[in-house]
Nanobody, 125 residues
Framework: QVQLVESGGGLVQPGGSLRLSCAAS??????????IGWFRQAPGKGREAVSC????????HYADSVKGRFTISRDNTKNTVYLQMNGLKPEDTAVYVC????????????????WGQGTQVTVSS
């Protein structure tokens, strides 16, 4: 059974940094079976793709809004995917959710079959 559990959210001032974690179980990240994506949803707004890590060589894809500020990575030993968020802005405030897709990579939420519960990130102004 594939399960994803996020952690690391919190309160931070604009310009600050946070590192989110997505602990995976039910599969191994180094098995090339699932791509891991990060999505976010702010109150009153739709779900937005943030980043995706390919299931093969670990190549990273980013939304334009976070490119250059966010970095997605994985630790196969811990079976965990991370999202390092630097230079945070108030518009980054959202619930961040990680998800797994059987595709090599995608930024389309419809391609993701398994979802975590999310972790709150609040960037104060």
């Amino acid at each position: 059974q594939v399960q994803l559990v996020e952690s690391g959210g919190g309160l931070v001032q604009p310009g600050g940094s946070l590192r989110l974690s997505c602990a995976a179980s039910g599969f191994s990240l180094d098995s090339n079976s699932y791509a891991i994506g990060w999505f976010r949803q702010a109150p009153g707004k739709g779900r937005e793709a943030v980043s995706c890590l390919e299931n093969s060589d670990g190549y990273a894809h980013y939304a334009d809004s976070v490119k250059g500020r966010f970095t997605i990575s994985r630790d196969n030993t811990k079976n965990t995917v991370y999202l390092q968020m630097n230079g945070l802005k108030p518009e980054d405030t959202a619930v961040y959710v990680c998800a797994a897709s059987p595709l090599i990579w995608s930024l389309n939420a419809n391609d993701f079959d398994y979802w975590g519960q999310g972790t709150q990130v609040t960037v104060s102004s």
